[in-house]
């Protein structure tokens, strides 16, 4: 049974537009979250993370946010550009190993 | 550039065949991991090294067979694999194997199974 999901295969966004991309957990002991972009042919290359004590964690043009009663979590990329189109991972741990989710898929149409 | 060489980037290899996967990390970190991912799957854990020494096998067959001579290099010996070992095989490290500390990834080495 996957402890983390992402449920959407696939996001098409426009340029300039924001992407919002989603990821679920099952476990509630998970207490730290992550977010991997990762390019064809190259490995995931680390984007952001929040700990379960924060609700918002801010970098730069990537936002993520925890909402820990619904177990949800979101990367919110604002604005969208060409070179963000990638797959995005989430994934989740306590002191046990990362999770990962399946992915979702972002094109950014110029 | 992550920090996290692995060679080969690609290997074909016969189900008799012995080979190994190297990975390299110079980012001083202690806990070195492998993973695998198959298509449609999500990145699956498969060994955690810290401080060179195995904390986590996550029920990995035997045909997979690690080795961490020290906290900069991590092996991956294969023998007598199966088709359906046929995948992407990550490496990454962390400062240490705790939360709060992000992975870096290798770029893999694509390993195709005849």
């Known amino acids: 049974d996957q402890q983390v999901k992402q449920n959407s295969p696939s996001l098409s966004v426009q340029e300039g537009r924001i992407s919002i991309l989603n990821c679920d957990y099952t476990?509630?002991?998970?207490?730290?979250f992550l977010w991997y972009k990762k390019y064809p042919a190259e490995g995931p290359t680390f984007l952001i993370s929040i700990s379960s004590i924060k609700d918002k964690n801010e970098d730069g043009r990537f936002t993520v946010f925890l909402n820990k009663s619904a177990k949800h979590l979101s990367l919110h990329i604002v604005p969208s550009q060409p070179g963000d189109s990638a797959v995005y991972f989430c994934?989740?741990?306590?002191?046990?190993?990362?999770?990962f989710g399946k992915g979702t898929r972002l094109s950014v149409i110029a | 550039e992550t920090g996290v060489t692995q060679t080969p980037r690609h290997l074909v290899m016969g189900m008799t065949n012995k080979k190994s996967l190297k990975c390299e990390q110079h980012?001083?970190?202690?806990?070195m991991y492998w993973y695998k991912q198959s298509a449609k799957k999500p990145l699956e854990l498969m060994f955690v090294y810290n401080f060179k020494e195995q904390t986590e096998n996550n029920s990995v067959p035997s045909r997979f067979s690690p080795e961490c001579p020290n906290s900069s290099h991590l092996f991956l010996h294969l023998h007598t694999l199966q088709p359906e070992d046929s995948a992407l095989y990550l490496c990454?490290?962390?400062?240490?194997?705790?939360?709060?500390?992000?992975?870096?990834f290798g770029d893999g080495t694509r390993l195709s199974i005849l």
């Open positions: 990454a490290s962390s400062q240490d194997d705790i939360p709060g500390q992000p992975q870096h």
């Open positions: 980012l001083g970190h202690n806990a």
């Open positions: 476990n509630s002991m998970f207490d730290y």
């Open positions: 994934a989740a741990r306590t002191y046990t190993p990362l999770v």
